[in-house]
């Protein structure tokens, strides 16, 4: 007989029903949803990584459900649920439908279409992953490491538990109080920064040496979210990603202007036989930068290879996650009305009504993708079975590889990527890429790569929840339900973010209303237009991919070698690929956490497990906090910018540029302190 252990007790166990699907949970949720959706969108498009948000959501709602009378861990539990799953599916639309503007499909973020896709992709990605729940948490026990350190917070909540803990009340107010400190921080210095101009966003600095001989460019962006999104990452992809930085920009920018210079005046309008000590510091700055854009399709090559790599290396779990779907379906049949509390599940039959009903709006989207195009209704059907087919597919993916590496490192870009490649490939075939298909193919691909990608980002973030629902004693159905409430409430929210980020910022453009602001690079969307575009015909510039081709072969052969060695550091492709996509100066503060983190890990080795436990909960809430209160503010700014066109300034103080050093610096310095002190 299998022995118990006292990690497999719930928290609350399954003989008790306390409170858990209530009116205050579910308005909290979804406001938290909404949120939580808009400062990830931020960072997302800022960065190309997003961070789980599941443990600040807990912190939230932890702190704000004990302004109420009763409450519960449970009900802390759904709250978290949702607005977690706000988080992730806007990941799903932000690495896919920004690329629908940049190719000029559309105008602006058109918010039907963008809502449809968001609300049918995550129902869709939580009705997936319920026949994985029991397969993959109950059965597999992968470690779901994000699930399991939420669990962790909500125990802080004050709430007697069947194993007669009970963690007093301060040190929930501890976790609410740090969280808030850090917002407080993220967003005083964004405020500062991007609304009055007081302090510098980055420096930055184009020096052309030996006689210009050799390009120097290199910046560092002066943002306390990055530094909280490598303290969140840890410093392994921390590392990764400035590697990326440096090979694109400190490497890459001088070797090509060695080896390439004429074509790169030419390509910036400068006469090619002026002498290079005539060129004046504005036109070394559109040298540098032209050579990095070149560069920059070193990572698109590399992030095609990774995302392929990531299909292939995925095929065996792929396999035992469909199996243990179908496994746990069966079960299902067979026990379900003997089944306890804490593992009732939505009905199977129920789920598959969902899955059928969502084939009309499905077909629906695509159809009104395509137009006027004479066989819409074929291609419609088309794509439909196949969003359903990969839909499933890649949720499962997200699901199993959720348990094995957390929502943070799971490569849904990379399983985008590859849907997008074979739909495109497929659509080729079937409507050829002369007249209106030219056109309209690459916009079905890119509406079936939003659907799919957030579908697989949700799958992977709720079998996170569901395993935080697991261990604190959660009835699954209920917190199912709370799934859809959060993708409901940031669906219809996603689209007037985007809009105003894309007026205040630009998303993968200049912005049209406010062309001084620092663009929002969306790396990931970036790629998906290239691809989706080059594949019918719009032609892709293959030399420097051909070198990303390269690099990713490199990567992948030094991530075997270390996955053999049973080594912690790895090399997954992606995150070096986004590094050099994206501009250097984003990357130098991502390390800069990751290494924060890892030192005061370091530090905290010596001490009593307890002690480092609620260190790492310290970093870990205080980290999310300048994140999520940086790009809320961000938000903020382009509503003003938007609303009040010509408002925000530039940085005229003269001392901008060392009191954003100096803030930053602070940041740093207050986040060690903070956590050496917990």
Known sequence: MKKTQLADIPVVGPERNIAELTIKALVLGALLSMVLAAANAYIGLLVGLTVSASIPAAAVSMGLLRMFRR??????????????????????????????????????????????IAIVGGILGVAFTIPLRRALIVEAKLKFPEGVATAAVLQTGGIENDRSQKITNHVADAGFATLLKGALIGSVIKL??????????????????????????????????????????GLNIAFLVFLGGTLGTLVGVPLNWAFNSEAIMLATGIDAAKPMTALTTAEWGQIA??????????????????????????AKPLWQGVKSSVKAYQDSKGDGGGLPRTEFDTPIHFVGLVVLLAIV?????????????????????????????????????????????????????????ATVIVSAL??????????????????????????????????????????????????????????????????LVIPFVLNILDQGYGIGRVSPLNPEATML??????????????????????????????????????????????????FPVLAVAVGVYLPLGLSVPIFIGGLLAHYLKQKAAKESVEKQQV????????????ITGEALMG???????????????????????????AAFIAVIYYVYSKVQRS
Request: glycine share 12%; hydrophobic share 55%.
């Open 71 to 116: 409450s519960t861990i449970l009900e802390n539990n759904m709250v978290q649920t949702a607005a977690s799953a706000g988080e992730s599916l806007v990941a799903g639309i932000i690495f896919t439908i920004p690329a629908l503007v940049m190719m000029k499909a559309w105008a602006g973020y058109d918010y039907g279409p963008m809502v449809a």
């Open 192 to 233: 500062l920064e991007s609304g009055l101009g007081w302090l510098a966003s980055g420096v930055a600095a184009t020096k052309a040496l030996f006689s210009g001989k050799y390009l120097f460019m290199g910046d560092i962006t002066l943002s306390p979210a990055l530094i909280g999104v490598g303290y969140i990452v």
């Open 289 to 314: 930068n032209q050579s990095w854009q070149n560069c920059r399709r070193i990572g698109v090559g590399a992030m095609m290879i990774g995302g392929l790599w990531s299909l292939i290396s995925l």
């Open 361 to 417: 709006p499905v077909f629906l989207i695509f159809k009104n993708a395509l137009g006027g195009y004479a066989d819409a209704n074929m291609i419609a059907v088309v794509m439909t079975i196949l969003m359903l087919v990969f839909g499933f597919i890649f949720a499962s993916v997200a699901g199993y590889m959720a348990g094995l590496v957390g929502s943070s490192n799971n490569p849904i870009s990379g399983v985008t990527i």
């Open 426 to 491: 497929i659509l080729l075939q079937l409507m050829g890429n002369e007249g209106m298909a030219a056109t309209l193919g690459p916009i079905a691909v890119i509406f079936l790569a939003g659907l799919i990608c957030s579908a697989a980002a949700i799958a992977g973030d709720n079998m996170q929840d569901l395993k935080c629902g697991h261990i604190v004693g959660a009835t699954p159905w209920k917190q199912q339900i709370f799934q859809v409430v959060g993708v409901v409430a940031a669906a």
């Open 521 to 570: 690079a969306a790396p990931q969307a970036g790629l998906m237009q290239a691809l989706a575009s080059g594949i019918f015909g719009a032609g892709i510039e293959w030399n420097f991919i051909y070198m990303g081709f390269a690099l990713a072969v490199v990567l992948i052969i030094l991530d075997k070698i270390q996955e053999k060695r049973g080594s912690e550091f790895r």
């Open 615 to 626: 260190k790492e909960s310290s970093g870990l809430l205080l980290a999310s906090g300048l």
């Open 635 to 661: 938000v903020l700014v382009a509503v003003a910018a938007v609303s009040f066109q010509g408002m925000v300034p530039y940085a005229s103080f003269s001392g901008a540029w060392w009191c954003g050093v």
